[in-house]
């Protein structure tokens, strides 16, 4: 199997994990060949990682990721574990040789799911960390609840963490609960004390995810945690495709094909069951098409009026649509009456505008080449009568 290349200075690593927190979205399941599916189509966009995930489900979960993992051809396979021996040994039997540990570290989830103190935390850390490594794996730890956190105590156990051998420190806003001033101000600080490369790993609880993922990325964190479309518990994580894109266009290099999000957030879409808004940013069916006569006459003479170069539709392989409507105006009518091949003059134009507006409020939907040639009969008709 081939490794993910090394990150450059000017690179950052986008880690999926769909098959992981991306399916425990209430509700949605993976067949196998979905799974396999996704896995293929992620490392086709050039993801660094996938986290493919939890072994410790049972012999049925190790054998699924052996089979998903056989996708993976560029990006490193992460096996994703709770501090527990039980399992790092059912990951090492998937033959991934990335594992990531899980650590609860607030106070609510110390004393209210584990009832353990952090010296508990800190003594697991250690001991697993050092153990994998012992083994032959690579290593990162995870900060479960680490915006609910003390600082200090995530400094500590970064320093615990490496030093028993682990390669990345993960910040998981795991209620959602920072913004995006917050989310900069704690890594920033954090990258200051801890000598490991440090992970954002955001949820969207108040709809920030993808934000507080960006200014992560600014304030330093080398490692982005994602889901395509978004998926996840509750509100969800931040959406590959929006991270991806908006880094992109900010000159921040991720590697990530633009291309390949489209049919990858349709891939994951139809296995998880949640359809995409159509005003889904990037891969919504509707997000390059125009309506607004204002807009459309703009456009057509000129692109770059109403679409910049770092979010044109052809940077992502999609085309511009031009949506005919109540807004329309008389450029973007005319033009498609003429693409419908029917009259186009903008008498013509004017006399359809009442009868879009009623299609539009009746169907709510854009009027299509069909309903614009019964709408200009009806005109043809009403003339000759009178």
């Not at 799974?35 to 049972?58: N, Q, T």
Request: charged share 25%; proline share 4%; net charge negative.
């Amino acid at each position: 199997m081939l490794h993910a290349q090394p990150l450059t200075p000017q690179t950052l690593a986008l880690c999926d994990t769909t098959l992981r927190d991306g399916e425990q979205t209430a509700g949605v399941a993976f067949s196998l060949s979905e799974k396999r599916a996704i896995a293929h189509a992620l490392d086709c966009a050039g993801v660094a990682e996938i986290e493919v995930g939890i072994a410790a489900m049972g012999w049925n979960e190790v054998a699924e990721i052996r089979a998903v993992v056989a996708e993976i051809q560029r990006a490193a396979p992460v096996v994703w574990c709770r501090l527990r021996m039980n399992d790092l040994d059912m990951a090492q039997k998937t033959g991934v040789k990335r594992v990531h540990f899980a650590a609860p570290t607030s106070t609510a989830q110390l004393e209210g799911k584990l009832r353990v103190d952090r010296d508990w935390i800190l003594r697991e850390t250690a001991e697993l960390v050092y153990c994998a490594t012992q083994r032959g794996l690579e290593v990162s730890v995870g900060a479960e609840d680490a915006s609910r956190t003390d600082p200090d105590f995530l400094i500590r156990l970064a320093e615990v963490a490496k030093a028993a051998g682990a390669i990345r420190f993960r910040l998981a806003d795991t209620l959602g609960l920072l913004d995006p001033l917050g989310a900069y101000r704690l890594v920033s600080h954090l990258v200051s004390k801890i000598e490991l490369p440090i992970e954002m790993h955001a949820h969207n609880d108040f709809g920030m995810a993808t934000a507080n993922t960006i200014m992560a990325a600014h304030a330093g964190a080398t490692h982005l945690s994602v889901t395509v479309n978004g998926l996840g518990e509750r509100a969800g994580n931040a959406a590959l495709e929006e991270v991806g894109a908006a880094l992109e266009a900010g000159g921040m290099h991720t590697g990530i094909d633009l291309t390949a999000l489209h049919p990858l957030s349709d891939i994951v879409a139809r296995a998880s069951g949640r359809a995409l808004p159509v005003q889904k940013p990037i891969t919504g069916a509707l997000v390059f098409a125009h309506e607004s006569g204002i807009h459309v006459d703009a456009i057509l003479k000129r692109a770059d009026t109403y679409e910049d170069p770092r979010c044109a539709p052809e940077r992502f392989g999609r085309e511009r649509q031009i949506v005919i409507g109540k807004h329309s105006g008389a450029a973007g009518l005319c033009a498609a009456l003429s693409e419908a091949g029917l009259p186009s003059s903008t008498e013509i134009a004017a006399q359809l505008k009442p009868l879009l507006r009623a299609h539009a409020i009746r169907t709510k939907r854009p009027a299509n080449a069909d309903d614009l040639r019964r709408m200009v009969a009806r005109l043809t008709r009403a003339s000759a009568q009178e």
